[in-house]
């Protein structure tokens, strides 16, 4: 099966990827039937463990969106086990230097590209019949860019031959800036940073995606040139639509 993804980065595409931190194959299912092209289940902040993780990929595979997970680390054998489960394309937070990248690579390329272990498991019913020959080309590699130690090691990062995508996280960039989650969101030392990533990230024709508070903030970071958005995540966007209608109600 190919990777709509892909596809939709070469055709400059906009990219809505969906983020999931509640453990629900019904949720996972929902969110797949909205019109996000990408969902991915959070392993790192999500309160999901591996099982549920399966489910949820599960229900995604019934939806037009294409599967991602977000890994809880640099962990390749957690890696491998959520590519076994049919994930296409893995975010990893906290990358850093170039070895951290091509560790990331090689859990995700089987040899000679990487050091993936072969057991594809559910990533065959997903991908189909000819999953070991288009595996190594349609997973996504994504390192998350997320501390002051990865733009300084932006260059080589982006050098990797595999990482095709990198992905923002603006809030632990923040705190490793010495600055406080949601520093992007105004003038600041974060967002004049995330602005550098793009740029160097656009250079080196890797695509960008971002993690964004809400919708206001993904069309202002479209319009900017990323490739990939986040509108916020479930739990916020569920709070906020309940706390909407408290209010509703009370007025
Ligand atoms: C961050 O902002 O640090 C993230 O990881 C977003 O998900
Ligand atoms: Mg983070």
């Known amino acids: 099966r190919q990777n709509k993804l892909r596809e939709m980065v070469a055709a400059k595409k906009p990219i809505l990827n969906a983020w999931l931190s509640i453990p629900s194959g019904y949720l996972a299912e929902g969110a797949g039937h909205q019109g996000f092209h990408s969902i991915t289940i959070d392993l790192q902040h999500g309160m999901i463990g591996f099982e549920t993780a399966v489910a949820m990929l599960q229900a995604i595979s019934a939806t037009p969106a294409t599967p991602l997970v977000r890994a809880p680390s640099l962990d390749p054998a957690a890696i491998m086990q959520l590519l076994d489960a049919g994930a296409y394309g893995v975010v990893c937070p906290m990358i850093s230097t170039r070895a951290q990248a091509e560790e990331l690579v090689?859990?995700?390329?089987?040899?000679?590209?990487?050091?993936?272990?072969?057991?594809?498991?559910?990533?065959?019913?997903?991908?189909?019949?000819?999953?070991?020959?288009?595996?190594?080309r349609e997973i996504l590699a994504i390192p998350m860019i997320e501390t002051a130690e990865a733009v300084e090691n932006i260059s080589d990062i982006l050098s990797v031959p595999g990482v095709d995508m990198i992905y923002i996280g603006p809030n632990d960039l923040a705190l490793d800036l010495g600055e406080a989650p949601g520093a992007e969101l105004r003038?600041?030392?974060?967002?004049?940073?995330?602005?550098?990533?793009?740029?160097?990230?656009?250079?080196?024709?890797?695509?960008?995606?971002?993690?964004?508070?809400?919708g206001d903030l993904a069309r202002r970071r479209l319009a900017e040139g990323f490739d990939l958005v986040t509108p916020?995540?479930?739990?916020?966007?569920?709070?906020?639509?309940?706390?909407?209608?408290?209010?509703?109600?009370?007025?």
């Open 106 to 136: 090689a859990a995700c390329r089987y040899p000679p590209d990487g050091a993936r272990s072969f057991g594809p498991a559910r990533g065959k019913l997903y991908g189909g019949p000819d999953y070991f020959d288009a595996a190594n």
């Open 187 to 214: 003038e600041s030392t974060t967002s004049t940073t995330i602005a550098q990533i793009l740029d160097r990230a656009r250079s080196a024709k890797v695509a960008t995606g971002i993690f964004c508070s809400d």
């Open 232 to 251: 916020g995540n479930d739990f916020g966007v569920l709070m906020s639509a309940l706390q909407r209608e408290i209010e509703k109600s009370l007025s």
